[in-house]
């Protein structure tokens, strides 16, 4: 008990993952391994290399001896860090010997993407006076939400070149921890000091930032290779800029390159003319969809002659490749045909389609029924019922029960 009690409580800001980014392996000892549901044990280590998750900033992944680790997670209250592993058995005790081992593509990636948002965030301050609200640190980018309306590109321009300067420069990024009443605090960059047991960590970027923070960060802004602002956007009132730092900046020209290898190919021009090729496909297809419309309206007259030149008030229609809109001025047609004839137009093949219904209120009432029948559902007004269906393949019998209504309606007097 004394064993677990005295290593429980170990400073929150001063884990040894926090005094060292990149360590990627650590021996330490057990405290507590417990069993937290089927197959899954919380495990406590006196102290440990695998980052909680925290600050903006998702857990590690790692291992304890050849144990996975799934989630690092950490006590709100006393600044106890769990890591979460999955066993059929307690696989560790107290006072067991341990070597940690971080996923450092991970970690590293983390690292990146933090320290890169706490400079973005310190010349966004210092530059144009935009203080940061919340930041994100996505699966593949990242996004940092500002105190303003919008982020012009002109500015957007200068903070990217001034994060990339400073990279260039290399300059120095310093864990300090210090303790709460210590000066320095009073005149740092933030929102206000967290709700931690022990001393206060600082991370200091040479002469750009310092900010008290939990995470994992680089120890030299050349560890950041290069920030790329990607888009400036306004969330419900607020700028939101999305960017990416090392490897990922590589990930995403990479992936750019990729895309647009592939349309050069597809689209048979030079990557230059991509732009120009693009919109001359826009308006050709402004163009056909235009022409489309009129030969559908072409058609949907054509097919309403046919039905009801033989004074049939009964009329059905059914086109494989028709939809909805093609229905609708075939019903239209219809309407203005014959004010007394009821039409029952569908399309689609063997699964999904639809169907439109035009005519006499007392047969529109039978929509629903209708729309049930074939395994969908639709709605009705204006002297109109269409729907959705999952089942066209069945019409037949919807014919054959509209046949029945619409026979009992003709013969009432």
């Not at 980052?51 to 106890?80: K, M, W, Y």
């Not at 933090?114 to 593949?140: D, I, P, R």
């Not at 990339?164 to 740092?188: K, Y």
């Not at 956007?233 to 990930?251: W, Y």
Request: net charge negative; with cysteine.
């Amino acid at each position: 008990k004394s064993f677990a009690y005295h290593f429980r409580f170990q400073p929150s800001m001063a884990l040894a993952c926090q005094l060292d980014s990149y360590a990627k392996e650590f021996t330490t000892k057990v405290v507590e391994c417990t069993p937290r549901g089927e197959q899954e044990y919380d495990v406590i280590l006196q102290d440990t290399i695998l980052f909680p998750e925290g600050g903006g900033q998702p857990d590690d992944r790692g291992t304890i001896n050849d144990t996975s680790v799934c989630a690092v997670l950490r006590d709100g209250h006393d600044g106890v860090v769990w890591h979460r592993v999955q066993a059929p058995q307690a696989p560790f005790q107290p006072g067991d010997e341990v070597v940690l081992r971080v996923d450092w593509d991970r970690r590293f990636d983390h690292m990146q993407q933090h320290s890169g948002q706490h400079l973005l965030s310190a010349f966004a301050e210092t530059m144009f006076n935009y203080n940061t609200v919340s930041w994100s640190l996505g699966k593949e980018v990242c996004t940092v939400d500002f105190d303003c309306k919008a982020v012009p590109a002109e500015h957007a321009e200068a903070l990217e070149k001034a994060c990339n300067t400073a990279i260039r420069q290399r300059v120095d990024v310093t864990p300090l921890l210090v303790a709460r009443e210590d000066p320095q605090l009073d005149s740092i960059r933030s929102k206000g000091l967290p709700e931690v047991h022990g001393p206060i960590r600082l991370i200091k970027m040479g002469d750009i930032d310092c900010n008290p923070c939990c995470g994992t960060h680089v120890g030299n802004l050349a560890d950041l290779q290069v920030v790329k602002l990607l888009q400036c956007e306004t969330i419900k009132g607020t700028a939101r800029v999305t960017f990416v730092v090392g490897q990922r900046v590589l990930n995403y020209l990479g992936a750019c390159y990729d895309r647009e290898r592939a349309l050069c190919k597809v689209l048979s021009v030079q990557p230059f003319q991509l732009s120009d090729e693009a919109t001359r496909l826009k308006k050709s297809e402004r163009a056909f969809c235009k022409l489309g419309k009129s030969y559908l309206k072409e058609i949907a007259e054509f097919t309403a002659q046919a039905l009801t030149k033989d004074q049939s008030k009964f009329l059905i229609f059914h086109r494989d490749d028709a939809d909805i809109d093609f229905l609708s001025i075939l019903a239209s047609r219809v309407s203005q045909a014959s004010d007394e004839a009821f039409l029952f137009a569908s399309g689609g093949e063997k699964g999904e389609g639809c169907f439109l219904m035009v005519g006499p209120e007392a047969m529109l009432a039978h929509g629903n029924k209708v729309a049930e029948m074939l395994n969908g559902k639709g709605g009705g007004r204006k002297g109109r019922f269409q729907a959705k269906v999952a089942n066209i393949a069945a019409r037949a019998d919807a014919v054959k029960f509209l046949q029945t209504k619409f026979d009992e309606l003709s013969a009432t007097p």
